[in-house]
C-alpha cells in the first residue's frame, strides 16, 4: 500500500468517524459519561488487582464506592447550590449597583472621576455583559436538556452510564489488547508510541488535572463558606472546576468574590473579611502551583491553554454538552498527532532538501 492510499484510508476513517459523531451526538452522552469514568478509575483498578483481587471484584468495589459519594455530593449539595445560585442570579443587577457605588464612595480619586464621567455606561456594559453571560448558561442548560436530558434520557443517563462504566472498566485491559491487535504491523510501534503519549496527556489532564479541580472546588466552597461570605459554595465550586484552565480559574473566582466580600462587608467596616476572603484565593493558588499540579499533573499535559479555549468552544459549537466533554480528549490526541507530524516533516527531504543545489532555470546557449 503506497503513503497516498494510507493517507486516503486514514482521513475517510476520520471523516466517517467525525460524522457519526455528529449524527449520533444526542444520544452519546451516557456512553462518553461512562468512558470518561472508566478512564479515570482504571489505574484505581490495576492498583486493587496488583494486591490480588480479581477484576470483577475490583471493579463493583470501586464503582460502588463511587456511585456512594456521587450520589452523596449530589444529596448535600444540590439543594445549597440550587439556591445559590438562583439567590445570585437574581440580586445579580442590584449588587452590581452596589459594587459601582462603593467604588465611587471608597475608590481613588482618578477612579471616581473616570467613573462620573461613564458611570451609566459602565452600569449598562455590566449589566449587559452579565445577561449575556446568564443568557449563555441558560442556552447551554436548555441545549443539555433538550439534547439528551428530557425525561426518558435522563433515565438512560442514570442508568446507561453506570452500566456503561462498569463492562469499560471490567473490560479495559482487554479492549486495549484487542485494539492493538488491529493495528497494521509495519507501523506497530510508531502507532503505539504515539498512543503512550496521547494517553500521558489525557492521563495528565483527566486524572491529574481533574483531580487538582476537585481539590480546588473543595478548598475554595468550603473556606469561603467558613469565611462567612455569601454564594460561598458557588463561588468555590465554579472556580475550582474551571482551574483547568490555568489562571482562568483562580482569577475569576478571585474577582467574583472579591466583589460579592465588598458588597457585603464593607458596608459596614469589615475590612478584615475582605482579606480573608482575597487571601483564600492567594492560598489556593500558591497550593496549586507549587504542591498540587506538580505533584499531580507534573509535565505530562501538553495541551496549551489557547489551544484548550479553542477545542472547548468548537466542540461545543459542533456538539453541545458531548462536544465540552469530548473536547480535551480530541484535543490531546491531535496536538500529539501534530507534533508528531511537525517532527516528521522537520526529518524529511522536504524539509532537509537533497542536498544538491538548486537550479538557476537558465538554460545554456
Not at 445579580?92 to 458611570?119: H, Y
Not at 433515565?155 to 452510564?161: A, K, Q
Request: glycine letters at 10%; aromatic letters at 10%; a neutral charge.
Amino acid at each position: 500500500m503506497t503513503l497516498q492510499r494510507q493517507m486516503t484510508f486514514w482521513l475517510v476513517a476520520v471523516f466517517v468517524i467525525a460524522i457519526l459523531l455528529y449524527v449520533l451526538r444526542p444520544i452519546l452522552l451516557p456512553f462518553v459519561m461512562g468512558l470518561a469514568i472508566a478512564y479515570f478509575l482504571d489505574p484505581v483498578a490495576d492498583w486493587l488487582e496488583s494486591l490480588k483481587l480479581p477484576r470483577l471484584a475490583a471493579t463493583s468495589i470501586i464503582l460502588g464506592v463511587f456511585a456512594v459519594l456521587f450520589i452523596a455530593c449530589l444529596i448535600l449539595l444540590m439543594p445549597v447550590l440550587g439556591k445559590q445560585v438562583a439567590a445570585f442570579a437574581e440580586n445579580l443587577p442590584a449588587n452590581i449597583g452596589k459594587l459601582i457605588a462603593l467604588i465611587d464612595t471608597n475608590g481613588p480619586e482618578w477612579l471616581k472621576n473616570i467613573l462620573a464621567s461613564t458611570k451609566s455606561n459602565i452600569e449598562e456594559s455590566l449589566v449587559e455583559t452579565a445577561q449575556q453571560a446568564a443568557g449563555w448558561i441558560a442556552s447551554l442548560l436548555g441545549q443539555i436538556w433538550s439534547g439528551g436530558l428530557a425525561l426518558i434520557n435522563l433515565v438512560s443517563l442514570l442508568v446507561v452510564t453506570p452500566v456503561v462504566a462498569f463492562y469499560m472498566l471490567y473490560d479495559w485491559d482487554r479492549m486495549v489488547a484487542v485494539v492493538d491487535n488491529w493495528l497494521p504491523r509495519d507501523h506497530l510501534e510508531t502507532i503505539r508510541e504515539l498512543a503512550r503519549q496521547i494517553d500521558e496527556a489525557l492521563a495528565g489532564f483527566v486524572r491529574g488535572q481533574g483531580t487538582v479541580c476537585l481539590i480546588l472546588a473543595s478548598f475554595y466552597s468550603s473556606s469561603l463558606t467558613l469565611a462567612g461570605l455569601n454564594f460561598g459554595v458557588l463561588i468555590g465550586i465554579v472556580s475550582g472546576l474551571i482551574s483547568f484552565i490555568p489562571y482562568v480559574g483562580s482569577i475569576t473566582g478571585f474577582f467574583l468574590a472579591g466583589g460579592v466580600a465588598l458588597i457585603q462587608f464593607l458596608p459596614s467596616g469589615n475590612w478584615v473579611g475582605v482579606v480573608i476572603v482575597l487571601v483564600i484565593f492567594v492560598v489556593g493558588q500558591f497550593l496549586e502551583g507549587n504542591f498540587l499540579s506538580p505533584k499531580l499533573v507534573g509535565d505530562r499535559v501538553g495541551v496549551h491553554p489557547v489551544w484548550l479555549m479553542f477545542a472547548l468552544f468548537a466542540f461545543g459549537l459542533l456538539l453541545g454538552f458531548v462536544g465540552l466533554l469530548l473536547a480535551v480528549p480530541l484535543a490531546a490526541a491531535i496536538g500529539v498527532l501534530l507534533r508528531f507530524a511537525l517532527k516528521t516533516y522537520m526529518q524529511s527531504a522536504l524539509y532537509v532538501g537533497t542536498g544538491k543545489p538548486a537550479s538557476s532555470g537558465k538554460r545554456k546557449t
